[in-house]
Nanobody, 115 residues
Framework: QVQFVESGGGLVQPGGSLRLSCAAS????????MDWYRQVPGKERELVAS???????DYADFVNGRFTISRDNSKKTAYLQMNSLQPEDTAVYFC?????????WGQGTQVTVSS
């Protein structure tokens, strides 16, 4: 069974940084692209960042150069380094493969940006 386990969230002040991790299991990690999403209550989940099998990255416009997605195939883990965090980045962050396994969404990791 495919599983994604997110970690690394927390409470951070505006301007701070966090590094999220996504540990994957049950799939041949190196053969899938990986995506990070986020969701706030009452809104749809939105795509934050993507990384292809070959390491090409893409970001939502709102990232504006602040986040970096990466992957370590040997550890079956994807990462999201988030810098210059702002209150509007407060959300639950999720990861999934690309294409996604629709039945394998994890619990996500809460990121709260507040002073």
């Amino acid at each position: 069974q495919v599983q994604f386990v997110e970690s690394g969230g927390g409470l951070v002040q505006p301007g701070g940084s966090l590094r999220l991790s996504c540990a994957a299991s049950g799939l041949i990690f190196g053969t899938f692209g990986m995506d990070w999403y986020r969701q706030v209550p009452g809104k749809e989940r939105e795509l934050v960042a993507s990384i292809t099998i070959g390491g090409r990255t893409d970001y939502a416009d709102f990232v504006n150069g602040r986040f970096t997605i990466s992957r370590d195939n040997s550890k079956k883990t994807a990462y999201l380094q988030m810098n210059s965090l702002q209150p509007e980045d407060t959300a639950v962050y999720f990861c999934n493969s690309d294409p996604p396994f629709s039945d394998s969404w994890g619990q996500g990791t809460q990121v709260t940006v507040s002073s």
